[in-house]
C-alpha cells in the first residue's frame, strides 16, 4: 500500500474513532442521553473502550487471512484509540460520578470489584500506550513486544468489568468477552503459514 492510500486509512480510522464522541457530546447536550446522563456518558465510553479494543485485537488475524501485511501499520493507533476512551472512561467517573473526590475513588477500588478490575485493565493500557512511540520501543528492545502482549489480559478484563457492573444478567459483556477469546486464538501461531509473521514482522517495522 502506498504511502497516499495509507494516510487515506489512518484518516479514515480516526475520524471513526472520534465521531462517536461527537455524537455523545450532541446526545448529551441535546438532551437525548436519557434520565440519567452521567451514567450514559460512563456507559458510552466504556462501550468505546470494548470496540476499539476489538479493532486492535482485529488487526492481526485479518492481516494473515487477507495477507495484508500492511494493515499492520494501523494497530498502534487503534490501540492509542483504546486508550483513549479508557481515559475518558475514567475521567468521566471520577468527575462526574465521584466529584473529583481522589480518596473516595481509592475507596471506591477497594470496595467494588469491578472497578479494581477495570483500574487494573486501566493501568495496563496506560503502559502500553507510554512504550507505544518508536523511540521507546528502540529502548525497550526485545522486553516490548512481551509487554505489550499484557494487551490480552485487557481483553479478558475489559468483558468482566463490564459484566460486574451491569449487576445483572448481561448478554453484551458475554458476547464481548467470547469475540475477544475467538481472537485470542485466532493470534496463534500455529493456524497460519509462517511466511505470514515474517512479513507481518518485517512490515511492522517498516
Known amino acids: ?24 457530546y450532541l446526545a448529551v447536550v441535546s438532551g437525548a442521553a436519557g434520565g440519567d446522563p452521567v451514567q450514559y456518558i460512563i456507559h458510552f465510553l466504556g462501550m468505546g473502550i470494548l470496540n476499539t479494543l476489538a479493532a486492535t485485537l482485529l488487526v492481526s488475524p485479518l492481516a494473515r487471512w487477507r495477507r495484508w501485511p500492511w494493515l499492520i501499520r494501523v494497530r498502534r493507533l487503534l490501540g492509542l484509540w483504546c486508550f483513549t476512551y479508557a481515559l475518558l472512561h475514567l475521567s ?17 477500588i477497594v470496595k467494588r470489584p469491578y472497578i479494581m478490575v477495570g483500574m487494573a485493565g486501566f493501568l495496563i493500557l496506560l503502559a502500553l500506550a507510554v512504550t507505544s512511540p518508536k523511540a521507546v520501543q528502540r529502548r525497550v528492545g526485545r522486553h516490548w513486544q ?17 459484566w460486574w457492573s451491569v449487576k ?13 477469546l475467538l481472537l485470542l486464538a485466532l ?20
Open 168 to 180: 445483572s444478567g448481561n448478554w453484551e459483556p458475554a458476547l464481548y468477552l467470547s469475540g475477544f
Open 92 to 108: 468521566a467517573f471520577l468527575v462526574f460520578d465521584l466529584l473529583m473526590d481522589w480518596s473516595l475513588l481509592l475507596t471506591e
Open 1 to 24: 500500500m502506498g504511502r497516499r492510500q495509507m494516510f487515506a486509512l489512518k484518516a479514515t480510522l480516526h475520524l471513526s474513532c472520534a465521531l462517536p464522541l461527537l455524537y455523545l
Open 187 to 206: 493470534r496463534r501461531r500455529g493456524i497460519w503459514p509462517k511466511w505470514t509473521f515474517r512479513r507481518l514482522g518485517a512490515d511492522s517495522k517498516g
Open 146 to 162: 512481551r509487554l505489550h502482549r499484557w494487551v490480552y489480559l485487557v481483553a479478558v478484563l475489559g468483558p468482566i468489568h463490564f
